[in-house]
Every structure is written in structure tokens, then in C-alpha cells.
């Protein structure tokens, strides 16, 4: 279950993302824990991770000694500077062990979008971030894009890819779930823009709309993907 909540005020939006339950999406979608039965390749790995997200419309202020963390310094913090929302796209997919290929022509869709209403380039971002589409996503994604003439492989990175290390951990391809993105976003993403490893991102969460009922009457499974734009913010000295 993902679980959003916001709050809005006259001084400040607030934002708690909270993680999919791991049994009930395995018993539900994939295959019950207690079967130990191996998925294809193709079937990527939970990820259950809890991670809030605050977010504040007011300037920040500039912070002390005791304040100081990977995701501040004194000069410099992260700011949402532009939002593309994302529309429901349906390519008739209907294998629930494949989600990247459920999830991807949303994220082209979006990111398309984004590159047209901004007239950017794929390198006018330094990294281009999806949610949880795994290698076999990707894969499609970089395809869906070219056809429509943009080749984003230089900066994409996968936050489902980023959580897990295939090699010695045997994720298939890759990590999936709400906790990719949220915990890729508070752990590596901000900290990196805030240290000046990226001065602007396009962060693109990636999901799929299905039931126990819709997945077992063998509905497709429609993807969106909403884009936001982050990009690293200096405090003025004045401050």
C-alpha cells in the first residue's frame, strides 16, 4: 500500500511517503514468501523502505553548527523548481512480473513532456532519475524515447537499479516499489546535489495501477509518472 499524505497551509506543504508492504505485495501479485519459489529475470525485487519527504515554501533559513547534515550546508539546499504531472498511459500490458515494462511508456511520456515545455536537451539536466523500471524498463524507455528523438543514456540513472547491487545480492533487474525512489531520493539525490554533485535533476517516481481483483480478471496495467525538477539553491550571505 502506498500511502501519501499532504497537508497544506498558508506558510508550508508537508509530504509523507510510506513504503509498500513486502509480504502482502508478494502474496498478492508475485509469489508468497513461503513458496521460495524463484521469479523470472525479469521480476525485479521489493524495496519496503520508509522515507518522509518535508517539503517548505518558505526560504530556508541559513542553519547552525547543530542543524548541519548531509542534506545542508550553509550555503547551499535543494529546491523543486518546475513539476510536470503525468497522464495515464495504457500500452495493454498485463504481466504483473514485468512492471518496467508496465511503468516505462509513462516515464517516456512524462519525460518527453518535460523536455518539450521546458525546451530542454537530456544534458541540460545532470541526471535524469526514474523510480523502480529495473533493467528490463530501462531498456525499453531508452527505445520509446529514441523514437520520439531523444537519447537520455548519458544521464539516466534508475533508482530501483541504484538501491540494489545485482552482482552480489540477485535482485533480477532491479529493485521495485515506492521505497526505490523516496529512499534514492533522501539518501543519494538530495545529499548529492547539496555536496555539488549535480546542480539540476529531473526526478521521475514511476507507477503502476492494479489490484489483487484487476491483475487476476487479466486487466492491463496502466503506468504514470509525475517529474519534478530539482535543482541546487544558494542561501544569500545577507541571510
Keep these: 500500500m ?11 506543504i508537508s509530504s509523507a511517503q510510506l513504503p509498500a508492504t513486502l509480504p502482502a ?12 519459489i524463484k521469479g523470472p529475470y525479469l521480476l525485479p525485487g521489493q524495496s519496503p523502505v520508509p522515507e518522509p519527504v518535508y517539503l517548505d515554501m518558505n526560504r530556508p533559513p541559513r542553519p547552525d ?16 523548481t518546475g513539476i510536470t504531472t503525468g497522464r495515464l498511459i495504457d500500452f495493454g500490458f498485463r504481466d504483473s512480473l514485468n512492471m518496467g515494462a508496465c511503468m516505462a511508456p509513462a516515464a517516456c511520456d512524462t519525460i518527453a513532456r518535460n523536455l518539450q515545455d521546458f525546451h530542454r536537451k537530456p544534458s541540460d ?4 532519475f526514474t523510480g523502480d523500471l529495473g533493467m528490463v524498463g530501462q531498456t525499453i524507455l531508452f527505445d520509446l524515447l529514441t523514437e520520439k528523438g531523444f537519447d537520455i543514456s548519458s544521464v539516466h540513472q534508475d533508482c530501483g537499479m541504484l538501491i540494489y547491487d545485482p552482482q552480489t545480492q540477485d535482485t533480477h533487474s532491479g529493485g521495485s516499489g515506492c521505497g526505490c525512489a523516496a ?11 547539496i555536496q555539488k554533485k549535480w546542480k539540476r535533476i529531473l526526478f521521475v517516481p514511476t507507477g503502476a495501477l492494479l489490484s ?9 496495467i496502466p503506468g504514470i509518472a509525475h517529474a519534478v525538477v ?10
Design 25 to 36: 505485495q508478494k502474496k498478492n501479485f508475485v509469489f508468497p514468501w513461503d513458496m521460495e
Design 230 to 239: 530539482i535543482e541546487q539553491y544558494r542561501v544569500p550571505d545577507m541571510m
Design 183 to 193: 529512499s534514492v531520493l533522501a539518501g543519494y539525490i538530495l545529499p548529492g546535489i
Design 212 to 220: 489483487k481483483v484487476s491483475f487476476n480478471e487479466g486487466d492491463p
Design 65 to 80: 553548527n547543530k542543524t548541519l547534515n548531509t542534506l545542508r550546508n550553509r550555503n547551499i539546499c535543494a529546491v523543486i
Design 2 to 12: 502506498v500511502q501519501c499524505v499532504l497537508t497544506a497551509g498558508t506558510e508550508n
Design 125 to 128: 539536466y545532470d541526471a535524469i
